[in-house]
């Protein structure tokens, strides 16, 4: 018999359970509607937005910060997954089967990373007829938006594991689930410039890890990799580590 | 060959002590039966023995393997059915058998037959297509433990799997499990309440109590060991002021007034009680109506060693 590595075979089965119809389309409509409803009717209000050495209409900024946000979207399924296996009792069956807890937690990173990848490929696919005028698609961009992908969903997917880890209660959960994500969604450059924002408020945007993530994702799309968005990398590789770390002490100490 | 072996296994949450010093020795291709009142240690000791926790002091071996060396080595050749239920409240019936063999890296071929005869065994064909979320108590824990077969494993461990199952199901699983040793080898570690359960299905038997071994034998034996005292129930037509005057010289017996004349024996020598007794109501004239001999059942005898360990 042919094996299959434990990891793989933990991702099949995260993945069978996590994406359904209803899924798909709410990582299609949602954008969609943002992209296209809020994208035009705020185009009167934006006229145009300065990004590196180019000025991109509204739409197209926003269709690029709704990758990343579709990303921290999506990265939700980790700390569903975790939050689901501890709450009908198949974190322990996974446990008590050939698996170690090394293989839980790397099954959910490449899941959240599958994931993070297929949900930015979707958005790129729906915002580029928005975007198509300014993209400067390259090889050192195109890898470029595959890291902030990927390492984008390491950082918000170890941010929803540790929730799910220190929260039983399924109204807990939800709360400071979706007080974080929408603080992070809200707060950050995925929907609005920086510039010309209050001071304050524009130092929240860079203490949120959304900002990074889209700063890099729209400078992989329009070509613009400046110093800034390469500090902006390393930040991000190091929250997603710290927060990677985090996340997998608490799961390995969750006791039975 | 030895299953099972444990050494001094003890567990230990803080204050609490859930596993006192257990000694066990389990032989292959038997269902051993794991009893104790709540919180005896019994779920302890099993997840213990399935390397979910490791123990404060002592050794394990199962299957021959060391656990603290090698417990992945260990889970790769067991099933277990754990009390609490586990499903993917998002999967069908088959699907989560399906899925489960699939993570056990049974070839798609055979997870398809296996997926079929097992829906079949356990009487879930008809719901085959429901979500696990839209299933009963009992349609889960049915699920949960015909999963377990979808893949080979030599030491199954089942932790009062029959809870929520009705009495048919309950029988149904019981003779699928007997098939199961009997054709395969396979060996048992099986936790219940219901001990008519352990009864009928296993060979062997543990009682624990305050994380302790009481006593480990076959049903027959734990009878012989511990039923020696019989209770033999003789139901009268009447009570007569002689007949009690002549029946309190005798200390194993009691009369009962209600719901009808009765008299209860209790004694280790119940037969030599007995003919005395029916001398006595041959003298005073009573007629008897029925005699009925109890015979011990392990339900006694569970009570009486807890009762006594207590």
Sequence with gaps: ?256 | MLCIETKDLRKKYASTVAVDGVDLQIESGQVFGFLGPNGAGKSTVIKLLTTLISPSNGKISVLGIDSAKHPLEIRKKIGVVLQQPSYEPTLSAEKSLEKYGMMWNIDKKTRKKRTEELLSAFGLEEIRKKKMDDLSIGQRRRVQVAREFMHDMDLLFLDEPTVGLDPAARRKLLDFLREQVKNSGLTIFYTTHVLSEAEYLCDNIAIINNGKIMAVDSPSELKNRFGHEKTIKIHISTVSEELKSKLSTIPECQIKLEPEPTVIINSTKSEIVLMNILKILNETDTKINDLSAIPTNLEEIFLKVVGDSN
């Design chain 1, 1 to 256: 018999m042919i094996q299959i590595n434990p990891i793989i075979r933990l991702v099949n089965r995260n993945l069978t359970i996590s994406i359904n119809p209803g899924f798909i389309i709410w990582q299609i409509l949602f954008p969609l509607i943002y992209i296209f409803v809020a994208g035009f009717a705020y185009t009167a209000l934006i006229d145009s937005v300065p990004f590196g050495g180019k000025n991109l209409d509204y739409p197209a900024f926003l269709a690029s910060g709704m990758i990343g946000f579709n990303i921290m979207n999506s990265t939700l399924i980790s700390g569903i997954i975790i939050w689901n296996d501890r709450r009908h009792g198949m974190f322990e069956q996974i446990m008590s089967g050939p698996f170690t807890r090394t293989h839980y937690i790397l099954s959910n990173i490449v899941t959240i990373g599958i994931i993070g990848l297929f949900s930015a490929a979707l958005i790129t696919a729906v915002g580029y007829p928005v975007f198509f005028d300014s993209v400067e698609f390259n090889i050192v961009t195109i890898p470029l938006i595959i890291f902030g992908s990927v390492v984008g969903a390491i950082l918000f997917g170890s941010i929803a594991s540790i929730i799910s880890v220190k929260l039983r209660s399924s109204e807990g959960f939800n709360v400071i689930i979706n007080t974080v994500f929408l603080f992070c969604a809200f707060a950050s450059t995925a929907f609005y410039p920086v510039q010309g924002a209050p001071q304050p408020l524009a130092t929240i945007f860079y203490l949120n890890p959304l900002s990074y993530l889209v700063d890099i994702i729209r400078a992989g799309i329009f070509g613009q990799v400046t110093d800034f968005v390469i500090t902006e990398m390393l930040v991000l590789v190091a929250l997603a580590a710290i927060l990677f770390v985090i996340a997998t002490k608490l799961l390995t100490k969750l006791d039975f």
